[in-house]
């Protein structure tokens, strides 16, 4: 991955909501979620959440394939890790050798974040 697709996708991913978005796709493994379970897990309205989509797939963040009449996402594992890779490409600045991770595993289908999880905390003002 070169400097401007990794800017692409980090720009991408600097919305709290396109953050959350991406990360349900990430946990629904390789078989990702429809549009529709997605707009209802986020809370996000549908107009509101092809926006975000949009955004992610023009990044080459996230992958769409029509089954019907549902349109199911998919996280663009590859590529995901081909970012990972870019920013931890230099990561020890040659103190000492990095140890290369594995591929990221998707969690299993069934773990679902929480709201608290996918959406930052509110600072407190005092």
């Given at each position: 991955?070169?400097?401007?697709?990794?800017?692409?996708?980090?720009?991408?991913?600097?919305?709290?909501?396109?953050?959350?978005?991406?990360?349900?796709?990430?946990?629904?493994?390789p078989?990702?979620?429809?549009?529709?379970?997605?707009?209802?897990?986020?809370?996000?309205?549908?107009?509101?959440?092809?926006?975000?989509?949009?955004?992610?797939?023009?990044?080459?963040?996230?992958?769409?394939?029509?089954?019907?009449?549902?349109?199911?996402?998919?996280?663009?594992?590859?590529?995901?890790?081909?970012?990972?890779a870019?920013?931890?490409?230099?990561?020890?600045?040659?103190?000492?050798?990095?140890?290369?991770?594995?591929?990221?595993?998707?969690?299993?289908?069934?773990?679902?974040?929480?709201?608290?999880?996918?959406?930052?905390?509110?600072?407190?003002?005092?």
């Amino acid at each position: 991955m070169e400097l401007i697709e990794s800017l692409a996708a980090l720009k991408a991913l600097a919305h709290p909501t396109r953050l959350g978005l991406y990360r349900a796709l990430v946990q629904a493994g390789p078989q990702g979620l429809p549009v529709g379970a997605l707009a209802d897990q986020l809370a996000v309205p549908g107009s509101t959440l092809s926006a975000h989509l949009r955004v992610l797939r023009a990044a080459g963040l996230v992958l769409d394939a029509r089954e019907g009449r549902v349109i199911r996402c998919r996280a663009d594992y590859m590529r995901m890790d081909a970012l990972l890779a870019y920013l931890t490409e230099n990561c020890c600045a040659g103190a000492a050798p990095c140890v290369p991770r594995p591929a990221c595993k998707p969690a299993s289908a069934t773990t679902r974040p929480s709201r608290h999880e996918t959406l930052p905390r509110a600072r407190r003002r005092r």
